[in-house]
Antibody, heavy 118, light 106 residues
C-alpha cells in the first residue's frame, strides 16, 4: 500500500525548534519530488516547501524561508522538515505529499499537528 | 499567483448539480488540480490538468477551463460529497491553493 506517515508534531514555545518526519512506503520514494503543506485550524491549505527527488533542489514559501529546512534520506525513505524560530502563526497541521509534477499531489500523509504557544 | 474560489460556502441537497469556480490571477495553462477534504482528513486529489479525473474518482466529478477560469462540477451530489474543495495551481512557484469551498447539506 502506498503510504506516507508523518510524525514529530507537538507543542513548542515561540522561538523554539521542532523537526517533522514523513515515512514513505509502498513506492519508490527516490523517484518523486516531495512537499510539505500546512493547514492552520479552521483555515485553508498552504504550500510550505518542496524538495527534488535527489535532494539537490529545494524551495520555500516566503513565510518560512530562512526558518524551515526541508531534506530527505532516500536510503531511509524519509522526508524531513526542520523548523526553527517558530511563531504562533506556524501553528497548523503539517502534511507531507507526493508530487506528480503538473498532475498534482496524489498521495498525502495523515498530518501531524504543530502548536506554537507559551 | 492568486486563486480565487467561489463560492466559499455552498448549501445543496443530495442529487443537486453543483459548480465551484476557481479564477487565477494570471495564466496557468491547464496546470490546475482539484482536491476534496473531509474534516480531520488529508486532502484527496480529484482532478488534475484542469479536466482529467484521478483514478478511482467517480465520474460525477468533472473539471473544465476557460482561460483563467476553472470549474469543478459535481453532476449529482451524493452524501459522501459533502466536504471542502480546494483548487491548486502547479504552474509557478510558490504553488498556491484557492481559499476553499465548503459544501454543506441543505
Amino acid at each position: 500500500e502506498v503510504q506516507l506517515v508523518e510524525s514529530g508534531g507537538g507543542l513548542v514555545q515561540p522561538g523554539g525548534s521542532l523537526g517533522l518526519s514523513c515515512a514513505a512506503s509502498g513506492f519508490t520514494f527516490s523517484y518523486y519530488w516531495m512537499h510539505w503543506v500546512r493547514q492552520a485550524p479552521g483555515e485553508g491549505l498552504v504550500w510550505v516547501s518542496r524538495i527534488s527527488s535527489d535532494g539537490s533542489s529545494t524551495s520555500y514559501a516566503d513565510s518560512v524561508k530562512g526558518r524551515f529546512t526541508i531534506s530527505r534520506d532516500n536510503a531511509k525513505n524519509t522526508l524531513y522538515l526542520r523548523m526553527k524560530s517558530l511563531r504562533a502563526e506556524d501553528t497548523a497541521v503539517y502534511y507531507c505529499a507526493r508530487d506528480r509534477g503538473i498532475d498534482g499531489f496524489d498521495v498525502w500523509g495523515q498530518g501531524t499537528m504543530v502548536t506554537v504557544s507559551s | 499567483i492568486q486563486l480565487t474560489q467561489s463560492p466559499s460556502f455552498l448549501s445543496a441537497s443530495v442529487g443537486d448539480r453543483v459548480t465551484i469556480t476557481c479564477r487565477a490571477s494570471q495564466g496557468i495553462s491547464s496546470y490546475l488540480a482539484w482536491y476534496q477534504q473531509n474534516p480531520g482528513k488529508a486532502p484527496k486529489l480529484l482532478i488534475y490538468g484542469a479536466s482529467t479525473l484521478q483514478s478511482g474518482v467517480p465520474s460525477r466529478f468533472s473539471g473544465s477551463e476557460s482561460g483563467t477560469e476553472f470549474t469543478l462540477t459535481i453532476s449529482s451530489l451524493q452524501p459522501e460529497d459533502f466536504a471542502t474543495y480546494y483548487c491548486q495551481q502547479l504552474n509557478t512557484y510558490p504553488l498556491t491553493f484557492g481559499g476553499g469551498t465548503k459544501v454543506e447539506i441543505k
